[in-house]
């Protein structure tokens, strides 16, 4: 089993920053990858971003291309979030992920084994 605890939301005005942390134990595996989803109040859980552990592979939905900036600590267990030009839209939990292996669309829930408790980020207007 794998835990991951997520840290570093909170209330941030718009076209601020916030820089949120996933700290990630228990198994380890020779490849995998880590990422973020959101989900804002009344909708689905959206892909955000993620990074694949051995080669640093990143991925970003659209709406955040730009402003977010995913990376890995030095620590094999840490991924970071960095969000910047935060926007109201960009209101929600933040979740992390992760998932042994590669296989399987990034941004597709099912592809992912392992999630935290979330992290709320409020952006006001």
């Known amino acids: 089993q794998v835990q991951l605890v997520e840290s570093g939301g909170g209330l941030v005005e718009a076209g601020g920053s916030l820089r949120l942390s996933c700290a990630a134990s228990?198994?380890?595996?020779?490849?995998?990858?880590m990422g973020w989803f959101r989900q804002a109040p009344g909708k689905e859980r959206e892909f955000v971003s993620a990074v694949r552990w051995t080669d640093g592979i990143t991925y970003y939905a659209d709406s955040v291309k730009g402003r977010f900036t995913i990376s890995r600590g030095n620590a094999k267990n840490t991924v970071y979030l960095q969000m910047n030009s935060l926007k109201p839209e960009d209101t929600g939990l933040y979740y992390c992920?992760?998932?042994?292996?590669?296989?399987?669309?990034?941004?597709?829930?099912?592809?992912?084994?392992?999630w935290g408790q979330g992290t709320q980020v409020t952006v006001s207007s």
């Open positions: 992920a992760a998932t042994a292996g590669y296989s399987g669309a990034y941004y597709s829930l099912r592809a992912w084994d392992y």
């Open positions: 228990g198994r380890t595996f020779s490849s995998y990858r």
